[in-house]
């Protein structure tokens, strides 16, 4: 009896500690941010400036929030189409096929690219191109970025629909063909209806992980301390200019960064629980 | 009773036949030109990559952006390797491992055998919130907690705590997904034999349930291998091999964001992405495989 | 087995040397053929596995929804041979109505009766959409229990309620025949009456081709019944003859019981 009891108290200790690593996470983000909260006050959020000179030293989040929005948002709608036609492909045209299990593992091996490699690939091969196409800046920029981020959130929202859309009932589809149906009528009349919601948070993870997107980002976008004032302009993001600006900081600088993470921490907290929400409503 | 729908219906054949077979064209259009990038990609540094593959690669460590020039001015291979990457990879792999899988596969434990009780859904969420913060907040944190709370300057402590926190959310979901899936009556059994709680676990549920788990643990490996923003903050790098875990480390992903920066390391960039990706890749297939395997 | 053939005047449907076949070479439906007379109801029935379903499943060719199916043979439905007929334009002459009643949960009431039109990306006039889903819920007197809840889903509806919705759309298109596949197996006893009593109605207007495991249905409602045993059609013939004097052994063995 007694093992029994010492082993439920390790069970339970340690599902504290993950409890413990959160709340320890957003208490230590606070107390980061505070320092530059008191200095600059809620208008951090919404300052433009970003000004690391001695004596003069002046941080807003505004430029890094609309970097890091405009280009989510861009991937998102970038990867829409692609997305919910590979989903489509391996829940219902070619399901169970062979076809379907290729294309599938290679959805999968998508995710699996590191943040870097597709930074590397997306400067050296894709920058290139599109400055071929006439793209200015040198090719760096929202857009490219958003590019790139579209690419490597596609798996996230694929692999969700295509969960969601092989669930609905085989009965539901023959109904619809009774009736006459072609296909693609079954498909958007009934089986996307149907799945609508579980597209839907697959969309809305996938959004949160392009929030979060460092690496490839960082080397595409330009590390501008700019709000993008054109698809085509260069800008940055919260992650990428806290990984930019990190080096050396400390004291201010280094509060702002981490207020800026703070801020990062909260969007993507949301949206994600968004997203888990209206899974958890689907089961 | 004739309806005049059913002329208008029948007008419409060709071109409903026609949309139809279209949309279906256009779903296979799109779906190849999403899994392109990653055909593109991997030519790519197979293209690029594989000349500077070698047994010293492996072993050695990077030269100086001196020595690299001058092998490019004499348009030779660079010469040395990531050795220090590949170590203090390796070492920090450990660490986080170390750290992350006995938590992970405990609370995973705690879920499955208490569900529906406020503090399991509430951890459950918790570690579901955890899963989706950006790499990039965990390094900030590892950097708080770690670089100025313990070891006062960069280490390979700091970016293995990263890396744990990144990896813990994962084996915790898969590990109770594994255990639901194994059938009650296996660890009724066992109960019914008088085993004690801990002994059910240790004996019966974990290695019934082992292959799931580890799949589990190797996903969660090889998503962590590649990340490199957390690094930056946290493990720094190291131009020598180092195993001393309170001090700064190269790891394979911080060695390739220093020679993209160095005009003279570049050419590095592809055969170190070309090992990386070959051995997450790896994993991931292994994982899958193990995975297939127990359905 | 060719009397089947000689003893219906204008059939409504004639299915000559029918043959349905998965994984190459496995028989499910082996040469059937038979006439189904007009404005009747006509029952198919037999022991598990013996082949009901997937005849009545052959008539309106859902087998070529999946791949390793294959069939053979003839289909004519009313004079026109649909045996190579475009599926989405058959369809719409067959309507069918399947074990479990699938209304469209994310569609209301009134757009389940007329999303035959809809799927089929025919648009029609408010007053025409109006008058179909009366007309067809008025058929399967459903109109009063839903005429004021015609917007809401379907799903809170009970089984049986639901079911006759599916028939109501199956309705709606004016189909030459209404295959129903074991339409009241999952319902309750009151819920199964009302729909028997329905089809009976409904054979004024149009062919009901009923398969059933329920032998007793059968004798209830089916003016022509058809036995099928391990994929072949045993026996076909005016219901109240087959079950006082059936013709074939086996056809008396499953009618009194010795196999099911």
């Not at chain 1, 597709?118 to 970025?145: H, I, K, S």
């Not at chain 1, 596609?154 to 969960?163: R, V």
């Not at chain 3, 949960?105 to 089929?120: E, F, H, Q």
């Amino acid at each position: 009896m007694n093992s029994d009891k010492i082993t439920k108290v390790i069970l339970l200790f340690s599902s504290f500690i993950i409890l413990f690593v959160a709340g320890g996470m957003v208490f230590s983000l606070v107390k980061g941010a505070i320092p530059a909260f008191k200095t600059f006050g809620a208008g951090f959020v919404f300052s433009n400036t970003w000004n690391p000179t001695q004596g003069s030293e002046n941080y807003g989040a505004l430029p890094f929030i609309a970097g890091t929005v405009i280009t989510s948002v861009t991937a998102l709608l970038i990867s829409l189409p692609l997305s919910f036609s590979a989903s489509l492909f391996l829940g219902e045209y070619y399901r169970g096929t062979r076809m379907a299990k290729v294309l599938g593992t290679m959805v999968d091996l998508l995710a699996g690219i590191p943040s870097i490699v597709y930074g590397l690939w997306g400067f050296y091969v894709l920058r290139p191109f599109l400055v071929e196409l006439g793209l200015p800046n040198q090719g760096f920029g929202v857009f490219t970025a958003s590019i790139i981020l579209a690419i490597m959130i596609i798996p996230y929202a694929t692999s969700l629909s295509n969960e969601i859309i092989m669930m609905v009932p085989n009965e539901l589809k023959e109904a619809a063909y009774s009736l006459g149906a072609t296909k693609s009528e079954v498909v958007f009349n009934v089986i996307v209806p149907s799945a609508r919601s579980g597209i839907i948070a697959g969309y809305i993870l996938s959004f949160g992980r392009a929030l979060g997107e460092t690496m490839a980002v960082t080397m595409l976008i330009g590390n501008a301390n700019v709000i993008p004032d054109g698809f085509f302009s260069t800008g940055n993001t919260m992650a990428s200019v806290i990984a930019n600006q990190f080096g050396e900081a400390d004291g201010l600088k280094l509060s702002s960064l981490i207020a800026i993470g703070l801020l990062l921490f909260l969007i993507t907290g949301v949206i994600n629980a968004v997203g888990k929400f209206i899974i958890k409503k689907l089961n | 009773m004739k309806y005049q729908h059913k002329q208008i219906a029948k007008s419409k054949l060709k071109s409903r036949t026609i949309k139809d077979k279209a949309i279906r064209v256009l779903v296979v259009l799109l779906s190849v030109v999403t899994i392109s990038p990653i055909v593109l990609i991997i030519f790519k540094l197979i293209e690029k990559g594989y000349k500077q593959i070698s047994f010293d690669f492996i072993m050695k460590t990077p030269p100086n952006s001196y020595e690299a020039m001058t092998a490019l001015a004499n348009g030779e291979l660079i010469p040395g390797g990531i050795a220090n990457g590949i170590t203090g990879t390796l070492l920090m792999m450990v660490a986080a491992a170390a750290m992350a899988i006995p938590v992970g596969v405990v609370t995973g434990i705690y879920l499955y055998e208490n569900p529906g009780k406020f503090m399991a859904n509430l951890t459950r969420n918790i570690s579901d919130i955890l899963q989706g913060v950006p790499s990039i907040v965990l390094g900030l944190i590892a950097y708080i907690w770690v670089v100025k709370g313990i070891t006062n300057g960069y280490s390979a402590l700091a970016g293995s705590v990263s890396l744990a926190i990144m990896m813990l959310p994962m084996i915790v979901r898969s590990t109770e997904e594994t255990l639901k899936m194994i059938p009650v009556t296996i660890k009724e059994a066992a109960l019914a034999l008088g085993v004690p709680y801990y002994k059910v676990i240790l004996k019966v549920l974990i290695p019934t349930g082992f292959s799931g788990l580890l799949t589990g643990i190797l996903l969660g490996i090889s998503r962590v291998l590649g990340e490199t923003a957390p690094l930056m903050l946290t493990a720094l790098g190291s131009t020598i091999i180092n195993l001393d875990i309170t001090k700064p480390t190269s790891a394979v992903p911080l060695l390739i964001w220093e020679f993209y920066n160095d005009p003279n390391m570049v050419g590095l960039i592809w055969s170190s992405s070309l090992l990386l990706m070959a051995i997450v890749l790896s994993l991931n297939l292994i994982s899958k495989q193990i995975a297939a395997r127990t359905k | 087995m060719n009397d089947n053939i000689k003893q219906i005047k204008d059939p409504v449907l004639s299915i000559r040397n029918l043959s349905v076949s998965y994984d190459k070479g496995k028989y499910a439906v082996k040469d059937v053929s038979v006439d189904i007379k007009r404005n009747s109801v006509t029952a198919i029935m037999g022991p598990s596995g013996c082949g009901k379903s997937t005849l009545l499943r052959a008539i309106n060719r859902m087998h070529e929804l999946y791949e390793n199916i294959e069939t053979t043979g003839t289909l004519i439905l009313n004079g026109k041979d649909i045996t190579n007929m475009p599926t989405i334009q058959l369809r719409r002459m067959a309507g069918m109505v399947f074990q479990r009643p699938n209304p469209f949960p994310t569609m209301s009431i009134y757009d389940n009766v007329i999303a035959g039109y809809k799927l089929n990306g025919i648009s029609l006039k408010r007053s025409e959409k109006d008058e179909i889903v009366e007309r067809s819920l008025r058929d399967v007197t459903l109109w009063d229990e839903v005429k004021d809840t015609l917007y809401k889903k379907g799903t809170f509806l009970s089984g049986g309620q639901q079911q006759r919705l599916c028939i109501a759309r199956a309705l709606a298109f004016d189909p030459e025949v209404i295959l129903l596949d074991e339409p009241t197996s999952a319902l309750d006893p009151i819920a199964t009456a009302k729909i028997e009593d329905l089809l009976v109605t409904l054979k004024e207007n149009y062919t009901i081709i009923l398969v059933t495991h329920n032998m007793s249905q059968a004798a209830r409602i089916s003016d022509y019944s058809l036995f099928m045993y391990m994929g072949e059609l045993v026996e076909y013939g005016k219901t109240k003859d087959m079950f006082t004097k059936p013709r074939d052994r086996r056809t008396e063995e499953y009618l009194t019981g010795k196999f099911g």
